[in-house]
Each structure stands twice: as C-alpha cells, then as structure tokens.
C-alpha cells in the first residue's frame, strides 16, 4: 500500500495529551505519536527545574514493525513538530533500538541515559509493607494527595491543594510543617494498569533516617488504594545511584530496561 493513503489525523485524548495516529485504510492504526508535559517531580528536593524543563515536552512514538520504513514516522513527526513549533521535543528510547536509529536520523541530540524498575503489586508482601509504613519516624508526619498533576512544579504546591480523584498520588514527610521527602507515582491515559513513580527524594539535612524508604512504601500502598486496577510501577532514575537502587531492591523492584534521552529543537 502507498504511504500516500495513509492519514496523519490528530484524536482527542486525556487533557494535556496531544496525540496523532497513522490511520490506513480500513482503519488500521500504522502509528501513533504523542506529547505530554515533562513531569519535574523526579529531580531532586526543591532544586531548580532542569534545563530540559522550560518549553520543553515529553515525545512519544510508535509505528508498527509492518509498517516502518515507509516514511510514517516521519510523517508523524511533522505533525507533531508543526504542532509544537518553538519547543524542545524530549524522547526517551531503548538503547540500540529502532527508536534511537529513528532519533539520530532525524536530527536529535543525546542528552542522557536512564535506568528503569519495575515493582509488580502480586510480588509484594502487603503484611510487610504495613510494618514499613506504621515505622514511627519521631519528629516526622505523612500526609498524602490525590489530583492530577497539571501545571504543578513544585510538590509543595500539590500539598497545599485539596485532594480529588485524579490520575496522581503524593505520599509526603513533613517536619515542623516543612517537606523534607516525597514518592509521587501517576497512572497514564495510555496504560492504566501500570503507574510512573518519581522519587523518592529526601532533603539533604534530612538523609540517613529511612524517610525515603518510608515514603516510597507508604506510597505503594496508598497507590492501591486509590487505584485497584493499578497491577505495575515503573520507577526511572537518570543516574545509576546505589543508595536508590538498594531501596528500590529492597521494596521488591527489580531491573526492567534501559534507556537513552534525546532532544530537537524545533524551529
């Protein structure tokens, strides 16, 4: 089939998605690409938002191996890049894959490697994960929030807001009313059984004592609370940090995959 009947068409999705699909006759989805805002609440306690974050949004991008090399993706791309004009499009690819070959032949610049675990809710001891999180912390509270995370920086400005249904769950330690660490996990419009963790992060001074044990373990459980249907999270770090990997270990997480960043500049 030519590529030339198949149709670059934008479809309505969760708000703050944009997504496109490659649709052939007879309706056959060849692709799909979309845009999401960057999430910062995986970088670090209360640091300024990386340089990746100011006009800059998450790429995703798909085409069926049937249908690659046809010019679909890049078709796919041109929607995308007409739609976010003046933007940084950052993608996050398996290394060696046909995603990253796809990112260097059209202009993308490596900025960055991540490691990824995966914590499945039927591996995990809920008795045990109970004890974790009823570990008294003296001079330390736990708060959660539930909501969506829309045009949030700081996790600060979700703790102040009132919880609701929605796609997020914050699991927080606070110390004389200030936050000192944070696990925070979001359920995507595209896979709904599996949830994004970010963190946990401690403040600095705060280090040492377990909180980000504490709040990660009480965030799996509040996680299923709020969403049943929720079997999967997915925890990603930029840097190979022992201390992290050791807690994620712990909890019951275990590797998954790596993956490599890469960014555009639109013009």
Do not use: K
Request: contains cysteine; aromatic residues 6%; proline residues 6%.
């Amino acid at each position: 089939m030519s590529e030339r009947l198949i149709d670059i068409v934008a479809v309505p999705d969760h708000p703050g998605i944009s997504r496109w699909q490659a649709v052939a006759p007879p309706g056959f989805v060849a692709g799909v690409a979309g845009l999401r805002p960057i999430i910062p609440f995986e970088h670090d306690l209360l640091l300024p938002a990386p340089a990746t974050q100011p006009g800059a949004v998450e790429l995703s991008l798909y085409v069926e191996p049937q249908w690659r090399r046809r010019g679909i993706g890049s078709r796919l791309l041109a929607a995308v890049g007409a739609h976010a004009a003046q933007q940084r499009l950052v993608a996050e690819v398996a290394a060696g894959s046909a995603g990253e070959a796809f990112c260097v032949r059209h202009g993308f610049r490596r900025t960055g490697s991540r490691c990824h675990d995966l914590l499945t809710y039927c591996d995990v001891h809920h008795a045990w994960l109970a004890e974790l999180v009823d570990v008294e912390h003296p001079g330390y509270r736990l708060s959660h929030w539930t909501g969506d995370l829309s045009d949030a920086t700081r996790v600060e400005e979700l703790l102040r807001r009132p919880s609701r249904p929605g796609n997020a769950v914050l699991s927080a330690a606070e110390a004389d009313g200030d936050l000192v660490a944070y696990a925070v996990a979001a359920v995507g419009a595209m896979s709904q059984r599996r949830a994004r963790q970010y963190g946990p992060a401690v403040l600095a001074g705060h280090r040492g004592r377990r909180l980000g044990l504490w709040v990660n373990a009480a965030l799996i459980q509040r996680l299923r609370e709020v969403h049943p249907h929720v079997n999967e999270i997915e925890a990603r770090t930029t840097e190979d940090d022992p201390g992290l990997l050791a807690l994620r270990r712990h909890l019951g997480f275990h590797r998954l995959r790596r993956t490599r960043l890469y960014e555009l500049a639109l013009p």
